[in-house]
């Protein structure tokens, strides 16, 4: 259920970013427990002027594999998200060659009624979730 944004900057092709919402999925399986059809990413592309990301003052280069991944979710305990920015962090670099210098991740909590998967009802709150 969570769903998963990827803000990158334009110049992937489809393989690419197959490959990179693939491998985010399987972290999010791996460190959520999610079920494996309970997918939801959404994909948006910029010109490198159009997204502009600094490091806070960390000394990360950042290069044009840049990712931001923001996800909004129902709450996840602490150590469930830790250990999801390491296993993502690992899979990007390992399977997409994405250095973790290059991901940025950001993690918005929801509650149940904040979600409706259609029909106009709020499916958490009906019990049909």
């Not at 959520?32 to 960390?58: C, K, M, S, W």
């Not at 994405?98 to 958490?124: H, K, R």
């Amino acid at each position: 259920m969570p769903l998963i944004r990827f803000d990158v900057i334009e110049g992937r092709n489809d393989e690419e970013l197959k490959k990179l919402l693939d491998t985010a999925h399987r972290a999010m399986v791996k460190a959520f427990g999610v079920p494996e059809l309970d997918r939801y990413q959404v994909v948006t592309q910029h010109a490198a002027n159009e997204l502009v990301i600094y490091d806070t003052g960390l000394g990360y280069k950042r290069t044009k594999n840049f990712v931001l991944i923001t996800i909004r979710s129902t709450p996840r305990d602490q150590e469930k998200k830790v250990n999801f920015y390491r296993i993502l962090s690992e899979l990007l670099e390992k399977e997409c060659g994405i250095d973790p210098q290059d991901i940025m991740v950001n993690v918005v909590t929801c509650s149940y009624e904040d979600w409706s998967f259609g029909l106009g009802e709020a499916q958490f709150l009906t019990g049909a979730l």
